[in-house]
């Protein structure tokens, strides 16, 4: 009976652990294809706040942006 319960619960455990692992694979890889923003967005966005920007202050930003993904 005890024996049972610890393969229950190791079942849970193996299952969640392959399921947080896996859920993050694919995010990963569809955050790669498909990033939320894009270097058009971001000159929309600085251009509504009253400035216009250079390209290289519009790549400075995907950069930072980029490298926090």
């Known amino acids: 009976m005890l024996i049972d319960i610890l393969y229950v619960l190791g079942g849970i455990i193996i299952g969640l652990v392959i399921g947080f692992f896996g859920a993050r694979h694919i995010m990963q890889k569809e955050l790669k294809k498909n990033p939320p923003i ?3 967005m971001i000159e929309v966005m600085m251009s509504s ?3 216009k920007p250079s390209q290289k202050q ?3 930003v995907m950069n930072q942006m980029t490298r926090y993904m």
């Open 38 to 40: 894009n270097e058009k």
């Open 49 to 51: 706040m009253g400035r």
């Open 58 to 60: 519009v790549r400075q």
